[in-house]
């Protein structure tokens, strides 16, 4: 299967730093045409799209948007935020459209600003991704003079402007709750979910939060209609994903392809195992993510097909192990990951994170009764999973449960 791209269509063939390229390949068509829809009409072409979140939950696009739409009527306020700190390990695909066409996701907040009424947005950049914030504040200078932002955009008597923040380095403050704390000012602790940021976001108005990458599919569903979007990627995930895949792999890099491919295919467009090895397996989903073994190559990439065989699409990130790499290893980094990015506010996660860290020390000194210590680990971390505050501290168990599913040998 070859690459099937819409999202990164541009890339390497527009200067991204040039609005008039964009325009000319396209860019703003998607916009115009939203504009002259009803809001709801907007919202139902992105639900009957079947888009769902790039961000790793696979949620309904075009649902979040009308539950925002119709909480609190009365609000004066309603915010879009991007969510753009790709903090997840091994992803880079927002950095890509960032860079490569900052446009394009600008584009789709617009849209889903004008979906949901909303008049003000925050783009909630990784800090260290100089070059997309560098690319992202020219593509706001330029939109607001072409009147793409601001008052009355392209006369359509919508108003919406958009700032940047930035991150400071904290993966917590891609959840989104966490973001919108952030975004407020305040530290980086998470908010206790109900209420959702469609309900009660930032400064308590309804907020839309939506990943970069979902918000790229917006321009090209309304420029091109739900019935050509369905026709890519599968019937419960329509639409292609941008995959990054990296470690033992000839061409590591970035991939859009359609729904629905599977981890071989994946593999052989990125070149195949580096230098003829053998593949032993992949992590699919960054350290949130769920570890695979070779029984898995030829099932099909959705969020459906994996969440059913006990795995995660996720972000879409994936790294490849060979055999002689040990497995064990990655394991072990996962799990130091969540120590350090653990915020302590809750016991559960601030200690579950630390002990685990220091049974997997344990596992890869060799200790005997490796098997007993790592099915503890396992109920230990599905004890972190129910007792925790936020997403992170239920995490762990999900590089966890695989890995002793596949790997029980422990090397
Ligand atoms: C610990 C943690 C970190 C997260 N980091 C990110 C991130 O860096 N980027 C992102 O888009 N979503 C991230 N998410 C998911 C967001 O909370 C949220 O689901 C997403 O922004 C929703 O957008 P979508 O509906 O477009 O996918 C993270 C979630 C958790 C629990
Ligand atoms: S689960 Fe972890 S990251 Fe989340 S609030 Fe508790 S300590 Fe903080």
């Known amino acids: 299967m070859g690459e099937k791209r819409i999202l990164l269509k541009n890339v390497g063939v527009i200067d991204p730093g040039c609005i008039d390229d964009a325009i000319r390949a396209g860019g703003y068509e998607g916009l115009k045409k939203a504009l002259k829809m009803e809001p709801a009409m907007v919202i139902g072409e992105l639900t009957e799209a079947g888009l769902r979140g790039r961000g790793g939950a696979g949620f309904s696009t075009g649902m979040k ?6 909480s609190c009527l009365k609000c004066p306020q309603r915010y879009v935020v991007v969510n753009a700190d790709e903090g997840e390990p091994g992803t880079f695909k927002d950095r890509v459209i960032m860079e490569q066409d900052p446009h394009l996701y600008l584009e789709g907040t617009i849209i889903a600003a004008y979906a949901i009424q909303a008049t003000k947005g925050f783009i ?19 939109a607001r003079k072409k009147g793409f932002l601001g008052k009355n955009i392209m006369g359509s008597g919508f108003d919406f402007d958009v700032g940047i923040k930035l991150g400071a380095g904290s993966y917590l403050c891609g959840e989104e709750l966490t973001m919108l704390e952030s975004l407020e000012g305040k530290r980086g602790h998470p908010r206790i979910k109900p209420p959702f940021p469609a309900e009660k976001g930032v400064f308590g108005m309804p907020t839309l939060v939506n990943n970069v990458e979902t918000l790229a599919n917006l321009p090209r569903i309304i420029a ?12 419960r995930s329509p639409g292609t994903k941008i995959f990054t895949i990296s470690g033992q792999v000839a061409k ?23 230098d003829g090895k053998a593949f ?18 030829s099932e099909r990439m959705t969020y459906d097909n994996l969440r059913e065989k006990g795995a995660t699409l996720g972000s879409g990130a994936v790294i490849v192990m060979a055999e002689g790499d040990a497995v064990l ?19 559960p996660c601030r200690v579950g994170t630390t002990q685990l860290v220091k049974k997997a020390d344990q596992l890869r000194n060799g200790q005997p009764g490796k098997a007993a210590l790592l099915k503890q680990m396992v109920r ?25 599913r596949y790997f029980k040998e422990v090397k």
Request: negative net charge.
């Open 280 to 297: 032993k397996a992949a992590l699919l989903g960054g350290a949130a993510g769920t570890f695979v073994d070779a029984t898995m190559l």
């Open 65 to 70: 948007q009308k539950f925002t739409s119709e």
């Open 124 to 142: 909630y950049i990784r800090g260290e991704y100089h070059e997309s914030i560098r690319k992202t504040e020219k593509a706001i200078k330029d």
């Open 329 to 347: 290893d990655i394991l072990h980094n996962c799990l130091r990951f969540f120590k350090h990015e653990s915020c302590g506010k809750c016991v």
């Open 380 to 404: 230990e971390a599905e004890i972190m999973a129910s007792t925790s505050l936020c997403p992170l501290g239920q995490s762990p168990v999900l590089p966890l449960e695989s890995f002793a």
């Open 224 to 235: 091109h209609g739900k019935d050509w979007y369905r026709k890519l990627g599968t019937e």
């Open 252 to 274: 590591p890099g970035y991939y859009e392809l359609p729904m629905g491919v599977t981890l071989q295919e994946l593999i052989d467009l990125a070149g195949g195992m580096r």
